[in-house]
């Protein structure tokens, strides 16, 4: 059960920015040598909207791109969440899919949840994880979903969000499996 939100971007700045983000990666996509660079243009893109609409949530802690972060890097290389986000005591491991088109939503949400669950499992059995020096995290709870589009010819888009409620239960050896 996704929420859906719309929204406008009402500042003038960071609209006219927005816009010429989006007009450059159209047009990095359109040549093959500079595609990884317009899905990376996306990606940033849909983060900080995520993250404009997580601090209206109350959300109050970012984490973007941990794996550029040296002490995560070494102990999870193969696990790369878009935001891990604090909300009260507790953090959520959140995977954010950019989209132009908001028709192309419905089939990228099967693989964005098999990535969260994934790397939701794996941080979640290895708290405390040192993200930083002196920075730690030892109360991972959630994951959620958050599918964002923009279109800039319009100023509008909209945000399909969704928070998972993991379910723990025990097993013989003592260990917490989902």
Do not use: C
Not at 28 to 48: H, L, M, N, V, Y
Request: hydrophobic content about 35%.
């Amino acid at each position: 059960p996704f929420k859906v939100y719309e929204f406008n971007v009402m500042d003038n700045l960071t609209s006219s920015i927005l816009n010429s983000l989006m007009v450059v990666s159209y047009k990095f996509f359109r040549d093959p040598t500079f595609k990884e660079d317009a899905k990376s243009i996306r990606d940033q893109i849909g983060k900080f909207i995520t993250s404009k609409f997580l601090e209206q949530l109350g959300y109050e802690e970012f984490i973007k791109d941990a794996e550029n972060k040296p002490y995560y890097k070494i102990r999870f290389p193969y696990v790369k969440p878009d935001i891990i986000a604090r909300l009260g005591e507790e953090w959520h491991i959140i995977e954010v899919k950019f989209r132009f088109k908001e028709s192309s939503v419905y089939w990228i949400i099967d693989r964005a949840y098999q990535q969260v669950l994934r790397q939701f499992t794996i941080l979640a059995s290895h708290t405390p994880i040192e993200i930083d020096y002196n920075k730690k995290i030892d109360n991972i709870k959630n994951y959620s979903l958050i599918i964002v589009g923009y279109d800039h010819r319009v100023n509008r888009g909209y945000l399909y969000y969704h928070i998972g409620k993991v379910r723990w239960r025990w097993v013989r050896n003592g260990v917490k499996r989902k």
